[in-house]
């Protein structure tokens, strides 16, 4: 199985696209807390790594080869209900929900956009403007291309709805279907039997208006219903801690392992010089960019090493932010999802920046089963 190259999610994206995704964010009904001191780009990055973490895989198959593993244990495979509400204009003429996988912790589905050959190509909005997608020459050659990016996701579940940021890994079967495993994260939901997740794809034109936006062409609301396996747990917490790095320091991390993967949280803190910080920005107090690296503002992701030092896939992942008595401090927990292993004494963590890809200092956490 080739390895999934996710450095190709924190690509910087066209400004047409941005835009749009911009609009389709306004619709969200709960504002992530933003800082002050974050550059425009940083936000842009930010918001655009959460809603859509997506890039190309080079193989084929089935949602296994979506978790990078052919054996995901006592985690049943599911075939789900799918409702869809199909537009009039019918450039979708199909969405298929093939198979999904749950084990209370975290959902998978693998979802299929099929477009009328007859109305046009469609294009994953994240690859807006880029030369190197696959089947670039049937591409070419259908009567229209249309790009497909998401609104927001709602899933409902035990009489509950939840707003969600989910990840997605998709894969171009053709010119004309694009398919994609949608990601999220469930353990922190009052979970009943069964959840169901709700969307609307937007297809949009693949020429920016005048105002630089891709007017909308056609939305296609969808939901996914599917039963509710919790599967069982191993944890381990790291016992090294606190670790202090540049300007901030990680305060607890653990390692939760199921059978469909590896979930890892790190709780990491702003650990700085105020009045060093403001002397270093380019323009003055208050002004431009900082000179001094602020890792948690600019990015709080990261990556795992192999024993060999090369960077694990990531699969899904999300912050919560913890309240500060500063207003520009920075306390917040990152969870993130590896493909199954198992676990050992340490585990490396590769710190990132999403926005410009720079690697920041790794460190090891000491691992102690609980």
Not at 33 to 50: E, G, N, T, V
Not at 65 to 74: A, K, P, S, V, Y
Request: net charge negative; proline share 5%.
């Amino acid at each position: 199985m080739k390895e999934l190259n996710w450095k190709d999610c924190f690509e910087p994206a066209p400004e047409a696209f941005e835009r749009s995704v911009q609009r389709a964010l306004q619709t969200k009904t709960e504002e992530r807390q933003m800082k002050r001191i974050i550059p425009r780009s940083a936000i842009i990055a930010f918001a655009l790594i959460l809603v859509l973490m997506a890039t190309a895989l080079a193989f084929g198959g089935d949602i296994l080869n979506f978790l990078h593993t052919n054996d995901i244990g006592e985690v049943e495979i599911q075939k789900p209900d799918v409702k869809v509400e199909y537009a009039e204009t019918g450039i979708l003429k199909e969405i298929k929900v093939e198979e999904a996988v749950c084990d209370g912790r975290s959902v998978h589905m693998l979802v299929t956009w099929i477009a009328d050959p007859e109305k046009g190509a469609l294009l994953w909005g994240g690859d807006w403007g880029k030369t190197d997608v696959p089947f670039a020459a049937e591409r070419a050659e259908a009567p229209n291309v249309y790009t497909v990016h998401p609104a927001e996701l709602i899933v409902e579940t035990n009489g509950q709805q939840y707003d969600v940021w989910d990840g997605w890994v998709k894969r171009y079967d053709s010119a004309y279907s694009i398919t994609a495993d949608i990601t999220f994260f469930i353990d922190d939901m009052e979970l009943g039997d069964t959840l169901t997740a709700s969307r609307t794809i937007w297809v949009s034109e693949n020429t920016p208006d005048a105002e630089g936006i891709m007017p909308v062409a056609e939305k296609v609301p969808f939901s996914v219903t599917m039963p509710v396996q919790v599967a069982k747990t191993r944890v381990y917490e790291a016992t090294n801690l606190p670790i202090k790095l540049e300007n901030y320091k990680v305060l607890s991390a653990k390692v939760v392992r199921t059978d469909m993967g590896c979930y890892i949280e790190v709780e990491a803190e702003d650990d700085f010089d105020w009045d060093e910080y403001e002397n270093s920005l380019s323009e003055g107090p208050g002004q431009g960019y900082p000179t001094i690296t602020l890792p948690l503002h600019g990015s709080a992701w990261f990556d795992v090493l192999d024993q060999d030092g090369k960077e694990l896939p990531c699969m899904t992942n999300d912050q919560k932010y913890f309240e500060t008595d500063d207003d520009e401090w920075v306390h917040l927990l990152i969870r993130e999802m590896f493909p199954i292993s198992e676990v050992g004494s340490t585990i490396t963590i590769q710190p990132l920046d999403t926005g410009t890809g720079e690697r920041y200092t790794p460190y090891t956490l000491e691992l102690v089963e609980r």
